[in-house]
DNA sequence: GCCGTTTTCGGCCCGACTGTTTTCAGTCG
């Protein structure tokens, strides 16, 4: 029995059993709807902004979409007992590590099951085993070139990550697309895939081409400076990978059907299943040439993307909410939220400077902000204890209130703020007090230190700093550094309550290396009547283009401008916050 | 296994590419 609330399974584990599942029916060559069953809900599970383990407790499993009565039995049992009999079922006779054998590309079910029968493969290490003794390429359905392209995908598993960062990939995607388009005879390109839907990691660079000679513009591509080489190459297709490492895809189509491509490559795989399975019901059928009708015996095709969504009756739905999430429902609803835009934001509330770890100093914040059209930004260096940053004491916080003074006085068109990123130590006090607090503009209040600290710990903290009425706003509230450190132990639950509680606003913080809140809980946190600002955590001047990072975040949580503080004018926000705190939440 | 403004049963996405075949199965997105 789990016998305690921090005992319970955390929804990656409860996705990773139900993966697990869907893996070995994978094996086992069950039904293709089984496993995507399992896999769907594994999904959900997964981006859930709350505990399902505690849904799971309080009989709530079935109002997740993609969980029935089977999986919710299952989960119910693993939240239980800690595991579930089905897992171990399937699992018979395999070994546990044959699975992994599934992550090598090149590699599915069928070819893994053969090689566990004709040569007892079960692992990675044997397999390169058999490889290196040339014993593959006699394995039925398998050859030299087979046996070849598993060892080198073997040799590049371990040091090819397969999660790449948002920040890091979008600006060779887009330097690639703007390389395509000057190709002669390119109609157009684009970035397509996760990276349009702007996930916070992704896996490859997707690129879209419109073009009458697609044969030249894959030759040209190829010979890019930036492509390491080409892996695969059909008619239309190309699979590569660039000198960094990340994985290159490249389709092109004739300039009629480029809206076609467009919205096929943007994907998700989800929405586009959806769409289809929507599409099919009118007798549609949808894929990246066109869509065909098959009463009338025609094909539509369009190069823009907007037409193809307009063909199906629906209005364009923006790439970030294309998860199949509900938006097509909401498309045909014509409730569609209006989501946040970059032009929306008014002002930055949470910025650095040289008087902390900050590469630049207040004007030159002050003036990068104004040309990147803020009207007016928060300096909010770190407090004292965060000594590493050169976090500043009180008297250091005033002698900076009076340097935003005077720059205030001699530049115009942005209005520079005081404020500070406040430390929620590890006992969970303040790291400046009360009174310092009263007399800044805005508070963000931040964990830096201790982060491994048990869940009521954490807890604790969060909560003291949430009840300040000082502190205005939590800074990335979940710590999670993407690809190199999980979030800090919060309980989501119990933030959102907080938040709503006490009318303190949650941050999503724009660095891409954190993207913290995270969409899906933002989402949550509009729902409960919990605020949000979006912030830049700029540490240079050119840190104001990270906003761009935390409204695609935002978007994927279907963010409208009204829940995000900073849209609104200062004069507004000063009434809001002179309002002690209350006014912050806001009747829905 | 899930789901319902076609449906509580019968659907559930499909084309490109590779390597091995010798007309296609397996994998991928």
């Not at 099951?113 to 004709?118: G, S, V």
């Not at 979008?170 to 349009?196: F, M, Q, W």
């Not at 650095?352 to 928060?378: F, P, V």
């Not at 990270?546 to 401008?561: C, M, T, Y």
Request: include cysteine; proline fraction near 5%; glycine fraction near 8%.
């Amino acid at each position: 029995m789990h016998a305690s609330l921090t005992e319970l399974p955390r929804n990656a584990d409860i996705a990773g059993l139900l993966t697990r599942i869907a893996r070995f029916f994978t094996l086992q060559g069950d039904s293709t709807y089984r496993i995507l069953a399992y896999e769907k809900a594994a999904q959900i599970i997964r981006d859930h902004p709350t505990s399902v383990a505690q849904l799971a407790l309080s009989g709530g499993l079935r109002t997740l979409p993609g969980v029935g009565a089977t999986i919710e039995e299952t989960i119910r049992e693993y939240v239980d007992t800690g595991h579930a009999a089905l897992l171990q079922n399937l699992r018979g006779e395999y070994p546990d590590s044959i699975v992994d054998l599934l992550d090598i590309p090149g590699l599915g079910p069928r070819k893994v099951i053969t090689l566990w029968n004709e040569l007892g493969i079960d692992n990675l290490d044997a397999l390169r085993e058999a490889c290196l003794r040339g014993k593959v390429a006699g394995v039925t359905g398998m050859g030299p070139r087979t046996e070849e392209k598993l060892l080198a995908e073997l040799d590049a598993i371990d040091v090819r990550s397969s999660q790449f960062l948002l920040g890091f990939a979008e600006p060779h995607a887009y330097h690639l697309a703007a390389a395509l388009r000057n190709i002669p005879g390119v109609s157009t390109a684009d970035t397509a895939g996760s990276i349009r839907r702007r996930c916070s990691t992704v896996q490859s660079i997707d690129l879209v081409a419109g073009s009458r000679r697609p044969n030249d513009v894959m030759n040209a591509f190829a010979a890019f400076p930036e492509v390491a080489h080409v892996r695969e190459r059909g008619n239309t297709s190309l699979v590569g990978t660039a000198h960094t490492s990340i994985p290159l895809h490249l389709r092109v189509v004739d300039p009629s059907a480029y809206g076609n491509l467009l919205q096929y490559a943007t994907g998700s795989e989800n929405h586009n299943a959806a769409l289809r399975t929507y599409a099919l019901g009118r007798g549609l059928d949808i894929s990246e040439h066109g869509v065909a009708n098959k009463r009338q015996d025609s094909i539509f095709t369009t190069p823009a993307e907007s037409c193809l969504y307009d063909h199906l009756g629906l209005p364009w739905i923006p790439p970030e909410l294309r998860e199949d999430r509900g938006e097509i429902e909401a498309a045909q609803g014509g409730s569609l939220p209006r989501l946040i835009e970059r032009t929306d934001l008014r002002g930055d509330l949470h910025v650095h400077t040289d008087w902390s770890d900050g590469k630049a100093n207040i004007e030159e914040m002050a003036l990068a902000a104004r040309s990147a059209g803020l009207d007016y930004i928060c300096i909010c260096d770190h407090t004292q204890s965060l000594a590493v940053a050169r976090g500043l004491n009180t008297e250091r916080l005033y002698r900076q209130r009076e340097a935003i003074a005077e720059i205030n006085n001699r530049i115009e068109g942005i209005t520079i703020l005081a404020g500070c990123e406040l430390d929620i130590l590890a006992n969970g006090r303040l790291d400046l007090p009360d009174g310092v607090l009263s007399e800044l503009d805005f508070v963000v209040a931040s964990i830096h230190s201790a982060l491994s600290q048990p869940r009521k710990q954490i807890m604790k903290r969060l909560k003291a700093a949430m009840e300040n009425p000082h502190v205005d706003a939590i800074g990335h509230p979940t710590g999670r550094l993407l690809l190199r450190r999980t979030a800090y132990d919060v309980d989501v639950e119990c933030i959102l309550e907080l938040a709503a509680q006490t009318g303190t606003a949650l941050e999503i913080n724009s660095s891409f290396e954190r993207l913290d809140i995270p969409g899906n809980i933002a989402q949550e946190a509009v729902v409960r009547g919990v605020s949000l600002v979006i912030n830049s955590d700029a540490h240079n001047p050119e840190g104001f283009g990270l906003l761009r990072f935390g409204i695609g975040e935002a978007r994927r949580g279907w963010v409208e401008p009204s829940s995000v503080l900073n849209t609104r004018p200062w004069p507004e926000m000063v009434q809001i916050l002179r309002d002690p705190k209350g006014g912050f939440s806001r009747p829905r």
